[in-house]
């Protein structure tokens, strides 16, 4: 009988010669360096003790070239060190926890919807056709002035939202850090949809009577990812204020925004956005490199406001009975993915091993110069990262990036559990994923963090995150009750 070949292609595990290659790039220096040491090592022990002597005297040592030398080395070893920037540590951060009298079953939320649009069946339809494929759970919260029938959104409840959201997740930081008030240098506030005045930097300047001098700021309307610009503010001023501590608050506050028409367009932030905030406290203290919890590595911001569609795909409107909303337009999951391969065609240069990048090159060039038609290349993140934290705007924006960047379920599973648990919060969903890795007790030293999100304009920024220590399980925290139930089955659609 003819000798049948075998299947080389089924035979030979392929993951397993990508690795061998990516070992092999990644390390090429060493491989190199390694025979070259030896090298001259074996030449060394080839010369007798005589030989060396003979070398080491015909060496001969000048004072004054000694002492040039030295001071060059000092010198430039002082102007390295003084203009390289400075680090910047996570010291901690605290998430607000909303109590239970504020959370929203399906059942109420449904029931809510029934008794305010009333005179619009179909709009109540939409609602609980969005609600049974959102992936949140019976345990989102609302707040108290959108628990009535019809809500009561007014200036002093929206500011009574903001300051038990805010005050709550300061005093729990506070808690934590042993940091005092007057310890702050820099304060951030960022909340997309409320800007009172005085503003809400000005309402924790005046709570915890922080100093005169403090540097404050206040940033609105720059949506869901405006928790990342925060950070890298925070960064900026971090390097040229030394010694400093930087507090950073992301909050979005629901009360004023709860949309009372019937738009389907603008009905869906109803169903998807819910109460959170997070206290954030970042530092430039080399003494605090010990105790943070993490230390900054990149912030990369992308933001295609040139691009029409892109600017008004979130917009704030009024519809056509004069009631504001927020309209999220059809064409939001488009203009997302253009945006995040924007921010990883920039991110990737920066974090990817040199693996991942020549094959993205050679791929680049092959499509440009042999075929177009060839599939692009698709680096692969997972290399670059131990964790993902996604913003947690809805099941579809978790589902996209999973796909288009080739993650596994449990790359996403802070994200779809704090979906599931919590809702969208907005800019403070990001560190609710980040609790949820903790309290699994997952994050260790080194671990590499990203974090990715998107927000009105359009923008998509992201940040890198290096874990300083390894965690103990928090004892404390959102998750501190419920981390047993997850991670669960969430079912594609929960029939009500």
Known sequence: MTQILPNFSS??????????????????????????????????????????????????????QVLCSSFLVIFIATVYFMSKPRSIYLVDY?????????????????????????????SVDFQMRILERSGLGEETCLPPAIHYIPPAPTMETARGEAEVVIFSAIDSL?????????????????????????????????????RSNIKSFNL?????????????????????????????????????????????????????????????????????????????????????????????CVYEQEDPEGKVGINLSKDLMVIAGEALKSNITTIGPLVLPASEQL????????????NAKWKPYIPDFK????????????????????????????????????????GNTSSSSLWYE???IEAKGRMKKGDRVWQIAFG??????????KCNRTMKTPTDGPWQDCIDRYPMHIPEIVKL
């Open 11 to 64: 035979s030979v595990k392929l993951k397993y010669v990508k690795l061998g290659y990516q070992y092999l790039v990644n390390h090429i220096l060493t491989f190199l360096l390694i025979p070259i040491m030896l090298g001259i090592l074996l030449e060394i022990l080839r010369l007798g003790p005589e030989e060396i002597l003979l070398l080491w005297n015909s060496l001969h040592f000048d004072l004054v």
């Open 94 to 122: 605290s998430c607000y926890k909303p109590p239970v009298t504020c959370r929203v079953p399906f059942s109420a939320f449904m029931e809510h919807s029934r008794l305010n649009l009333k005179e619009n069946p179909k």
């Open 174 to 210: 506070m808690e934590k850090t042993g940091i005092r008030p007057k310890d702050i240098d820099i304060l951030i506030v960022n909340c997309s949809l409320f800007s009172p005045t005085p503003s809400l930097s000005a309402m924790v300047v005046n709570k915890y009577k922080l």
């Open 220 to 312: 609105s309307g720059m949506g869901c990812s405006a928790g990342l610009i925060s950070i890298d503010l925070a960064r900026d001023l971090l390097q040229v204020h030394p010694n400093s501590y930087a507090l950073v608050i992301s909050t979005e506050i629901i009360t004023p925004n709860y949309y009372k028409g019937s738009e389907r367009a603008m009905l869906l932030p109803n169903c998807l956005f819910r109460m959170g905030g997070a206290a954030i406290l970042l530092s430039n203290k080399r003494r605090d490199s010990v105790r943070a919890k993490y230390k900054l590595v990149h912030v990369v911001r992308i933001h295609k406001g040139p691009d029409d569609k892109a600017y008004r």
């Open 359 to 370: 094959l993205f090159l050679f791929t680049l060039i092959g499509r440009k110069m042999f």
């Open 383 to 422: 290399q670059a990262f131990e964790h993902f934290c996604i913003h947690a705007g809805g099941r579809a924006v978790i589902d996209e990036l999973q796909k288009n960047l080739h993650l596994s379920a449990e790359h996403v599973e802070a994200s779809r559990m704090t979906l599931h648990r919590f």
């Open 434 to 436: 980040m609790s949820y």
């Open 456 to 465: 009105s304009g359009f923008k998509c920024n992201s940040a890198v995150w």
